[in-house]
């Protein structure tokens, strides 16, 4: 029997596993919607497209399967552009369908066109502009094995109209292959048993963590290779949960706010255990003065990853997974005790720690006191800056899958759509997004999907009426002039969840933060805190841009 | 240092797109880029001239072997190939210098492909080495207009063994 292309997608769909979406439907993709209205495929109705985007992505963080978004052609398509840049960065999978004019139209700046495949063209994994009807089922077969597949990431999937009205058989391809796409040859016995050998051979090793153990589900083997080594753990901000960071190991986040004492041991260790992170720029800080002592073992699926930025000595190209279970058995265990007893020293001269002030809300006591009310078992989302930056210092993760934020390419407005997201995919958990007045205007309009679709999540404003990290800089680096970071006029963000049907509460002295929290978890509402916190409380520690991470200022 | 990459690609639209966007948006700066169908219609062979240090190079080759549409990278630089390029001059060429311009032609076993009232155009293959001698022997007369394709290569066989 033959099926429009409309069903056939929605097919794929199910067959894919796919049970909830995140979209806004328009022209070009009006034959899909009248499909999904049949479907049992959950539709979330975002209010903006990039928070169809954000949520996909959020929700892919939260529950590790892929996030689905659908957008019309023209403007909805390239609404979804920030959010598929973010996931590209981020080696997020998810899944973009796009309505597109019919193919006679295309090319003839018809109304609502746009060439969506080649705007996204350096930001996805791969791409899929699909002219014939009998292609599309192959195509949603293929994009989801891609973006799911070895580094993943975003895959779209540009459908015109008349292609989703066509009729084909539908025949859902049991297997693919590609003659270009293979997954990375393995590593050869010799390079794991010399990494191993060097691993005992060290005296100052860091294994340093990142998205790629959250993402390939190593956080056991992570943890076992640590405790079996004696190894101390510093993570990325992707990597946060990947290691418990409440364990005697755990050196918290390093890099350019990361804690002192991760940052030192780092910069003095003769052995860095890379796995499943890049040496992103915010983290090495300035690349040539960076662990000038260590040797790298480098883990990481993609191998354009090995010898990006800095010099591998031993590269293991392969899953993280199941690399370290490879690995863990041969390991040869180094003698790190004089090493763990200088950077318990470290941690001891050179907490986190910041002043409290008499009367003053301090955004680092709100963290603390989320992380202790929910004795660090929610999931956290992060929009982008200084609120991000204290959560990360001040919210400890333990579990992967737990700390969801913007790491690659920042983007503000990231947080509140990522938040729907997770609470979709983990319905049962307490979430958090922990927020900054000025990114939360990025994407407020998303607080009427949360109350259309009775997402309980909680959104804790840290409010300066500042942006505060662009300011924080303009205090260091351009001598305190503050040019049009000062968000005076911010709204009344209790007025704004209210108008949105949301609960909101103002939270301005210490004593009302933990009944606050308490109430919002209790709550079967959104509800936005308004946490009025110092006006030009900074983020400390914090490496210059361009210096080396022993140059950290404050804290 | 140059580089000459063969570069074995899915044969069908958007490819050129994906593999020169990944050049331009990392800075990499494609010096020559021939590109054509091979004996099997599916698949395009593209033989990309890219400069840069060897950090560079394994960059852009683990780069390009990323791509889903790319079957395989080969840098062939250090190893024999054979290569070629083609190019067409159109050249001034007034009737009392004609004859040396044909001389010229002779020399370098190219061909002229059509005459004007006052020009010609020469068309010649061969490596790069080849192709700059011609055009700096030609450039006295002044060139009207000049096309290359850029450069294709090919990695030689194994040879005979000797007896």
Known sequence: ?555 | MRHTLAVLVENQPGVLTRVAGLFSRRGYNIESLAVGQTHEPSISRMTIVVDGDDRVIEQVTKQLDKLIDVIEVQDITNVEYVDRELVLIKVNAEPPVRGEIMQIVDIFRARIVDIGQRTLIIECTGDEGKIRAIEKSLKPFGILELVRTGKIAMVRGPKYEED
């Not at chain 1, 979209?23 to 009248?34: F, I, N, R, W």
């Not at chain 1, 939360?440 to 607080?447: N, V």
Request: aromatic share 8%; net charge negative; proline share 6%.
């Open chain 1, 1 to 555: 029997m033959k099926l429009t292309g409309a069903e056939i997608i929605v097919k794929a769909l199910e067959a894919e596993g796919v049970e909830v979406v995140f979209g806004y439907p328009g022209g070009a993709v009006l034959p899909l919607y009248d499909k999904l209205y049949d479907s049992s495929i959950r539709h979330i109705l975002v209010r903006h497209e990039q928070g169809a985007a954000h949520a996909a992505d959020g929700y892919a963080r939260a529950t590790g399967k892929p996030g689905v978004c659908i957008a019309t052609s023209g403007p909805g398509a390239t609404n979804l552009v920030t959010g598929i840049a973010n996931a590209y960065m981020d080696s997020i999978p998810i899944i973009a369908l796009t309505g597109q004019v019919a193919v006679s139209a295309i090319g003839r700046d018809s109304f609502q066109e746009a060439d969506i495949t080649g705007i996204t063209l350096p930001i996805v994994k791969h791409s899929y502009l699909v002219k014939d009807v009998r292609q599309l089922a192959p195509a949603i077969r293929s994009a989801f094995h891609i973006a799911t597949t070895g580094r993943p990431g975003p895959v779209l999937i540009d459908l015109p109209k008349d292609v989703t009205l066509a009729q084909a058989e539908f025949e859902y391809p049991p297997q693919i292959s590609f003659r270009g796409y293979r997954l990375p040859e393995k590593y050869s016995a010799t390079q794991i048993y010399q990494a191993a050998k060097a691993i005992g051979e060290s005296r100052r090793p860091v294994i340093y963590a990142g998205g790629g153990v959250v993402s390939s589900g190593a956080a056991r083997e992570l943890l076992e290779l640590a405790e079996k080594a004696q190894i101390p753990v510093t993570t990325t901000l992707l990597g946060k949960g990947a290691f418990p960071e409440t364990h005697p190991l755990s050196l918290g986040m390093l890099g350019m706010h990361g804690t002192k004492y991760a940052n030192y041991a780092v910069s003095y260790s003769d052995l860095i255990i890379a796995v499943g992170a890049r040496f992103d720029d915010r983290v090495t800080g300035r690349l040539d003065t960076f662990a000038p002592h260590a040797q790298v073992i480098h883990i990481d699926i993609d191998p354009a990853e090995i010898g990006k930025n800095v010099r591998v000595h031993y590269p293991l190209v392969g899953d993280v997974k199941e690399v370290l279970r490879d690995l863990i058995p041969r390991v040869e265990v180094p003698q790190t005790r004089e090493w763990l007893e200088q950077i318990a020293q470290w941690k001891a001269e050179h907490p986190l720690t910041y002043a409290n002030e008499e009367g003053i809300l301090k955004p680092q006591y709100v963290i603390e006191q989320i992380w202790e009310v929910t004795k660090g078992e929610a999931v956290i989302t992060t929009e982008v800056g200084q609120n991000q930056m204290w959560a990360a210092q001040y919210y400890k993760a333990i579990h992967p899958r737990t700390f969801i934020s913007s790491g690659g390419l920042g983007t503000m407005g990231f947080g509140l759509p990522a938040a729907i997201g997770a609470q979709v995919g983990r319905p049962d958990a307490v979430v958090f997004d922990i927020a900054g007045d000025g990114s939360i205007q990025m994407t407020s309009q998303e607080l009427a999907t949360a109350v259309q679709f009775r997402l309980p999540i909680n959104i804790a404003i840290l409010n300066n009426r500042y942006l505060g990290m662009v300011r924080q800089w303009q205090e260091l680096f351009h001598g305190r002039r503050y040019s049009q970071t000062d968000l005076a006029d911010t709204p009344d963000f209790v007025k704004l969840a209210e108008a949105y049907g949301a609960e909101g509460i103002r939270v301005t002295r210490a004593e009302e933060v933990r009944p606050a929290l308490e109430q919002a978890i209790a709550s079967p509402k959104p509800v936005v805190i308004d946490f009025v916190i110092a006006r030009e409380e900074n983020v400390f520690p914090m490496v210059p841009p361009g210096e080396s991470l022993t140059k950290m200022l404050g804290g």
